[in-house]
């Protein structure tokens, strides 16, 4: 009998800054696999083995997640997951154009929503005791809002951003949580709901309890 594959490995924090919340950018590429119905593998490290010359080997920049299977190493989560959309069927459309759509939406998500959403973020965690905090921080909130305003005003009423749920969704919605304590998104009732629906696929669901569990265990040890 013919041995099975290996099945792919992800790497992911080994005790995570989110605390559970599945904000690690693992959690991308736990939703794809989740999605596709590819089983995976996890490699836990620590922030000291991250930058050790073994995980300096498959992510240059000393960071999670990477990405094994067989003889291929890839690592940042938006190239991880258009490979996996492009492997496995589910997370692309076929007809071309759609496909490149989606793939549009991906690249939105991460080079387009993130920056300032990532900036927000990292100023609220680390900046609220210094002197300049109270004078950037509408500024920040409002380079937010004029990318929520302009995704708001292309999403309408539709589920999802360009027909079928797609892997520039998978994307869009791993960003847009980023902002989950930070009050904006109530002011956009209908990427609230966008989120909303992305939480409640079985997928995202099955990817986030993966990650929690990591968080449980080690909260525990």
């Avoid at 950018?25 to 590819?38: F, I, S, Y």
């Avoid at 998500?109 to 950037?136: C, H, Q």
């Avoid at 009423?157 to 904006?184: C, E, N, P």
């Amino acid at each position: 009998m013919t041995p099975e594959p290996p099945m792919p490995t992800i790497t992911a924090f080994e005790s995570s800054p989110d605390r559970g919340r599945g904000q690690a950018r693992d959690m991308r590429v736990r939703w794809a696999l989740e999605e596709v119905g590819q089983p995976y593998d996890v490699r836990l490290v620590s922030f000291a083995a991250m930058k050790q010359p073994a995980h300096l080997a498959l992510h240059p920049f000393g960071q999670i997640p990477t990405f094994e299977d067989g003889d291929l190493a890839l690592f940042e989560s938006g190239a991880i997951v258009l490979h996996l959309a492009e492997r496995y069927a589910g997370l692309l459309p076929l007809e071309v154009n759609a496909r490149g759509r989606a793939i549009a939406w991906m690249f939105a998500a991460l080079n387009t929503l993130e920056p300032p959403i990532v900036e927000l973020g990292m100023a609220l965690l680390f900046e609220r005791d210094k002197s300049w905090y109270e004078a950037r921080l509408p500024m920040l909130q409002d380079r937010v809002r004029t990318r929520l305003g302009e995704l708001s005003a292309r999403l309408g009423d539709a589920d999802w951003l360009d027909g079928a749920f797609s892997a520039g969704d998978l994307m869009m919605v791993t960003v847009l949580r980023r902002l989950d304590t930070s009050g904006l998104l109530d002011e956009y009732p209908d990427i609230a709901a966008y989120v909303a629906r992305g939480e409640a696929r079985p997928a995202f669901r099955r990817a986030f309890e993966a990650q929690l569990a990591v968080f449980t265990a080690a909260s525990r040890s």
